[in-house]
Protein backbone atom coordinates (compact mmCIF):
# COMPACT_ATOMS: atom_id res chain seq x y z
CA UNK A 1 0.00 0.00 0.00
CA UNK A 2 1.18 3.72 -0.82
CA UNK A 3 0.29 6.40 2.12
CA UNK A 4 0.21 9.88 1.49
CA UNK A 5 1.54 10.99 4.69
CA UNK A 6 0.77 14.54 4.52
CA UNK A 7 -3.14 13.61 4.56
CA UNK A 8 -4.46 12.83 8.04
CA UNK A 9 -6.88 9.61 6.63
CA UNK A 10 -3.65 7.33 4.98
CA UNK A 11 -1.52 9.07 7.81
CA UNK A 12 -3.83 7.08 10.30
CA UNK A 13 -4.16 4.18 8.84
CA UNK A 14 -0.34 3.71 8.12
CA UNK A 15 0.16 4.04 11.83
CA UNK A 16 -2.80 1.38 12.25
CA UNK A 17 -1.53 -1.00 9.96
CA UNK A 18 1.91 -0.58 11.56
CA UNK A 19 0.64 -1.17 14.87
CA UNK A 20 -0.86 -4.02 13.87
CA UNK A 21 1.72 -5.41 12.11
CA UNK A 22 4.18 -4.71 15.51
CA UNK A 23 1.34 -7.21 17.51
CA UNK A 24 2.15 -9.55 15.15
CA UNK A 25 5.29 -9.13 15.32
CA UNK A 26 5.67 -9.41 11.36
CA UNK A 27 8.18 -8.79 9.02
CA UNK A 28 7.80 -5.69 7.20
CA UNK A 29 9.48 -3.40 4.45
CA UNK A 30 9.12 0.25 4.50
CA UNK A 31 10.21 2.09 1.14
CA UNK A 32 9.69 5.75 0.49
CA UNK A 33 8.80 6.67 -2.67
CA UNK A 34 9.94 10.05 -4.11
CA UNK A 35 8.35 12.56 -6.32
CA UNK A 36 8.22 11.31 -9.91
CA UNK A 37 10.05 13.35 -12.34
CA UNK A 38 7.69 14.78 -15.04
CA UNK A 39 7.90 13.55 -18.56
CA UNK A 40 9.13 16.77 -19.75
CA UNK A 41 12.02 16.32 -17.75
CA UNK A 42 12.70 12.86 -18.75
CA UNK A 43 12.13 13.81 -22.20
CA UNK A 44 14.17 16.96 -21.75
CA UNK A 45 17.33 14.59 -20.46
CA UNK A 46 17.34 12.70 -22.94
CA UNK A 47 17.07 14.85 -25.94
CA UNK A 48 20.09 16.14 -24.20
CA UNK A 49 21.69 12.62 -24.55
CA UNK A 50 21.01 11.97 -27.75
CA UNK A 51 22.00 15.80 -28.93
CA UNK A 52 25.48 15.17 -27.60
CA UNK A 53 25.82 12.02 -28.44
CA UNK A 54 25.49 12.96 -32.25
CA UNK A 55 27.71 16.07 -31.65
CA UNK A 56 30.48 13.77 -29.89
CA UNK A 57 29.77 10.51 -32.27
CA UNK A 58 28.71 8.44 -29.53
CA UNK A 59 24.82 6.65 -28.62
CA UNK A 60 22.65 8.19 -26.75
CA UNK A 61 23.08 5.27 -24.37
CA UNK A 62 26.83 5.38 -24.06
CA UNK A 63 26.40 8.98 -23.13
CA UNK A 64 24.27 8.65 -20.37
CA UNK A 65 25.79 5.49 -19.00
CA UNK A 66 29.62 6.39 -19.74
CA UNK A 67 29.38 9.87 -19.61
CA UNK A 68 26.51 11.33 -17.95
CA UNK A 69 26.22 8.61 -14.92
CA UNK A 70 30.34 7.91 -14.58
CA UNK A 71 32.25 11.13 -15.46
CA UNK A 72 30.14 14.08 -14.56
CA UNK A 73 27.88 12.74 -12.33
CA UNK A 74 29.47 9.73 -10.17
CA UNK A 75 28.33 11.59 -6.71
CA UNK A 76 24.71 10.71 -7.44
CA UNK A 77 25.27 7.05 -9.74
CA UNK A 78 27.74 5.28 -8.44
CA UNK A 79 26.85 3.01 -5.51
CA UNK A 80 28.13 -0.45 -4.19
CA UNK A 81 27.92 -3.34 -2.58
CA UNK A 82 29.32 -6.71 -1.35
CA UNK A 83 29.04 -10.05 -3.25
CA UNK A 84 27.68 -12.08 -0.24
CA UNK A 85 29.42 -15.28 -1.29
CA UNK A 86 32.72 -14.01 -1.85
CA UNK A 87 32.81 -10.67 0.23
CA UNK A 88 34.00 -8.70 -2.29
CA UNK A 89 33.19 -5.00 -2.72
CA UNK A 90 31.56 -4.00 -6.22
CA UNK A 91 30.83 -1.14 -7.91
CA UNK A 92 27.17 -0.70 -9.49
CA UNK A 93 25.85 2.54 -11.47
CA UNK A 94 22.17 3.59 -10.05
CA UNK A 95 19.09 4.16 -12.94
CA UNK A 96 18.35 7.50 -13.83
CA UNK A 97 15.13 6.87 -12.85
CA UNK A 98 15.88 6.59 -9.27
CA UNK A 99 16.84 10.31 -9.25
CA UNK A 100 14.05 12.30 -7.99
CA UNK A 101 13.42 15.72 -9.41
CA UNK A 102 15.69 17.59 -7.95
CA UNK A 103 18.62 15.18 -8.42
CA UNK A 104 18.31 15.46 -12.01
CA UNK A 105 17.93 19.15 -12.39
CA UNK A 106 21.39 19.30 -10.88
CA UNK A 107 22.80 16.17 -13.06
CA UNK A 108 21.10 17.77 -15.76
CA UNK A 109 23.12 21.30 -15.38
CA UNK A 110 26.85 19.64 -14.53
CA UNK A 111 26.39 18.05 -17.56
CA UNK A 112 25.59 20.94 -19.64
CA UNK A 113 28.56 22.95 -17.37
CA UNK A 114 31.25 19.69 -18.32
CA UNK A 115 29.50 19.94 -22.04
CA UNK A 116 30.14 23.23 -22.93
CA UNK A 117 33.70 23.14 -20.95
CA UNK A 118 35.31 20.25 -21.51
CA UNK A 119 33.44 19.04 -25.07
CA UNK A 120 32.74 22.14 -26.60
CA UNK A 121 29.39 21.28 -26.80
CA UNK A 122 26.47 24.08 -25.81
CA UNK A 123 23.39 21.71 -24.71
CA UNK A 124 20.61 24.57 -24.56
CA UNK A 125 18.21 25.28 -21.56
CA UNK A 126 14.88 23.95 -20.75
CA UNK A 127 13.67 27.46 -21.74
CA UNK A 128 15.55 27.56 -25.05
CA UNK A 129 12.02 26.34 -26.57
CA UNK A 130 13.97 27.35 -30.19
CA UNK A 131 17.17 25.47 -29.92
CA UNK A 132 15.58 22.32 -28.47
CA UNK A 133 13.12 22.12 -31.71
CA UNK A 134 15.88 22.48 -33.70
CA UNK A 135 17.69 20.03 -31.77
CA UNK A 136 14.86 17.42 -31.46
CA UNK A 137 14.95 18.20 -35.42
CA UNK A 138 18.29 16.96 -35.93
CA UNK A 139 18.26 13.99 -33.77
CA UNK A 140 15.04 12.54 -35.37
CA UNK A 141 16.42 13.44 -38.63
CA UNK A 142 20.10 11.57 -37.86
CA UNK A 143 18.06 8.96 -35.21
CA UNK A 144 19.91 5.94 -37.62
CA UNK A 145 23.27 6.96 -36.96
CA UNK A 146 22.71 6.89 -33.26
Given at each position: ????????????????????????????????????????????????????????????????Q???K????????????????????????????????????????????????????????????????E????V???????
Amino acid sequence: MIYELTKRFDRDRAVQKFKKAMDNESRIEIKLKHPKKSIQHNAYAHLLFSWFGLEYGETMEYVKQEIFKKIVNPDLFKTEYVNLKTGEVREDWKSFADLDSGQTTIAIDKFRTWSSKEAGIYLPEPTDLAAINEIEKQVINNSKYL
